[in-house]
């Protein structure tokens, strides 16, 4: 038997110059773009390059998968490019996008930049976020010691899950007007007017926020003093966060001695916040 390449091209015709090679080519790029199971951003970089070199149309599903593959090595800045490349290409993103970028905003502390991202698509675009975006934007304030940023971006989730019926508006107190410059300071009532929310009745059924959130809106109101604005966040937090706040520790569960053979009951240190509520 002689060797394809001695016996010559043959006398089947090949149209299209290869086109099933390419489509398979593409479909490969195309499959690996959306694989799920993904963990390098440099790799997604990459594979956008090629992608835009064979001029596959890219969605919003690409660029979610990029974006959370930017969260799993913690490259706030690369998630930012990534977002700013779906802006040129107008392609508009999703609740799962800003999320993801929110997410690496506060992994590295960058509370101003999660700021601007979650301001431009709440406000300017007008793309109804998640609890998780506003958590994630809370929490890079939080973690950057902003805790007046960090009420004030939750104030929109806040209005909209806590506004259950007739209540009383929260207001900030003394402790916050110091913070803020004075009582009649306009950073003072500035940051009045955007955290006004409306407080639930006792009677109502707000909806439950998620613990995270809960856990770290009230951290930013101990570090503000906000107490009345604590109160209302603790109403609507799932019922674990409420019984930290009761005088008796609660149990934490039971530890294995694996040297001794033994189990013992250990309780878990209720967080600062709790401590500070209690009466």
């Given amino acids: 038997m002689s060797h394809p390449r001695l016996l010559g091209p043959g006398s089947l015709p090949r149209f299209g110059s290869g086109w099933m090679h390419q489509f398979g080519a593409v479909y490969c790029l195309q499959q690996e773009l959306l694989n799920a199971r993904a963990a390098s951003w440099f790799r997604a970089f990459e594979l956008w390059h090629a992608a835009r070199d064979e001029g596959i149309a890219l969605n919003v599903s690409h660029y979610r998968n990029m974006t959370r593959q930017c969260v799993l ?7 930012l490019r990534v977002v700013a490349q779906m802006r040129r290409d107008a392609i508009r993103a999703d609740a799962a996008v800003v999320g993801s970028v929110l997410s690496c905003c506060a992994d590295a502390a960058k ?9 431009h698509f709440s406000v300017t675009e007008k793309l109804r976020l998640d609890a998780h975006c506003y958590h994630a934007a809370a929490l890079a304030s939080l973690r950057g010691h902003h805790w007046q940023t960090a009420l004030t971006l939750s104030a929109p989730l806040l209005s909209r899950q806590l506004t259950v019926g007739p209540g009383t508006t929260a207001l900030v107190d003394a402790s916050s007007a110091r913070s803020a410059g004075g009582a009649s300071s306009p950073a003072r009532r500035d940051f009045t007017r955007k955290l006004s929310v409306r ?15 809960a856990d770290t809106l009230l951290e930013a109101c101990r570090l503000g003093g906000q107490r009345e604005f604590a109160m209302a966040v603790l109403r609507a937090a799932p019922p674990r966060l409420q019984r930290a706040v009761l005088p008796t520790p609660s149990h934490g569960g039971y530890r294995d001695d694996a040297t001794r053979g033994t189990r013992e009951r250990f309780t878990r240190e209720p967080p600062a916040w709790a401590r500070w509520l209690r009466p």
């Fill in 73 to 79: 090595a913690q490259r706030w800045d690369a998630a």
């Fill in 111 to 119: 509370w101003q930049e999660a700021a601007r991202v979650l301001q």
């Fill in 199 to 213: 407080l639930p009745d006792s009677s109502s059924g707000p909806l439950l926020l998620e613990e995270g959130h």
